[in-house]
T-cell receptor
Framework: DADVTQTPRNRITKTGKRIMLECSQT?????MYWYRQDPGLGLRLIYY???????NKGEISDGYSVSRQAQAKFSLSLESAIPNQTALYFC??????????????FGPGTRLTVL | DAKTTQPPSMDCAEGRAANLPCNHS???????VYWYRQIHSQGPQYIIH???NNETNEMASLIITEDRKSSTLILPHATLRDTAVYYC????????????FGQGTTLQVKP
């Protein structure tokens, strides 16, 4: 079984709809992240969380919200989806352990299309 | 975090070594160099990282210049499955864990 799973894998929705993307991990990591990737570009950080009580904004948090329901679960919501939020979304996890370690483990991605 | 510069694309013959360069001239003393790759819209995959010394693991080698202003990722025997976008990322040890992805280098391994 995959260590980091994302649901759904693909989603098509309409402008104005509320959408939730879910991420679960079995790696036991404290840190979780949400990124988006637009065609031909690198990943950009939306939100990140260091533990259940810690939520932080990333580069492009406007229009998104998150919830860390448990150590293993981190959800991303689009309260009112708009077409320019059409993108590939990735969840990632990392261990807070050793200094300098920033090895992140990524999920398979969710392809979201907003019409 | 220091900014990195990578060539947009490179080709490599299958079975040969692939050498991917990265410039990070503004890197500071507590910043590490990380390499990730992304195969065709899959989630990025960690490859290797280093601070000052050269590093090697089962996937690749990382050569960091003495002044730390540039580095090279070496895939010793490239295969077709190594065709991917390779990202060089510089991040602080005290960093929040954030990774700043640039546009990377698209490596095409050809038979």
């Amino acid at each position: 079984d995959a260590d980091v799973t994302q649901t759904p894998r693909n989603r098509i929705t309409k402008t104005g709809k509320r959408i939730m993307l879910e991420c679960s991990q079995t790696k036991g990591h404290d840190r979780m992240y949400w990124y988006r990737q637009d065609p031909g570009l690198g990943l950009r950080l939306i939100y990140y969380s260091f533990d259940v009580k810690d939520i932080n904004k990333g580069e492009i948090s406007d229009g998104y919200s998150v919830s860390r329901q448990a150590q293993a679960k981190f959800s991303l919501s689009l309260e009112s989806a708009i077409p320019n939020q059409t993108a590939l979304y990735f969840c990632a996890t990392s261990d807070k352990g050793l200094a300098g370690r920033n090895e992140q483990f990524f999920g398979p991605g969710t392809r979201l299309t907003v019409l | 975090d220091a900014k990195t510069t990578q060539p947009p694309s490179m080709d490599c013959a299958e079975g040969r070594a692939a050498n991917l360069p990265c410039n990070h001239s503004t890197i500071s003393g507590n910043e590490y160099v990380y390499w990730y790759r992304q195969i065709h819209s899959q989630g990025p995959q960690y490859i290797i990282h280093g601070l000052k010394n050269n590093e090697t693991n089962e996937m690749a080698s990382l050569i960091i210049t003495e002044d730390r202003k540039s580095s090279t990722l070496i895939l010793p025997h490239a295969t077709l499955r190594d065709t991917a976008v390779y990202y060089c990322i510089v991040t602080s040890s005290s960093n929040t864990g954030k990774l700043i992805f640039g546009q990377g280098t698209t490596l095409q391994v050809k038979p």
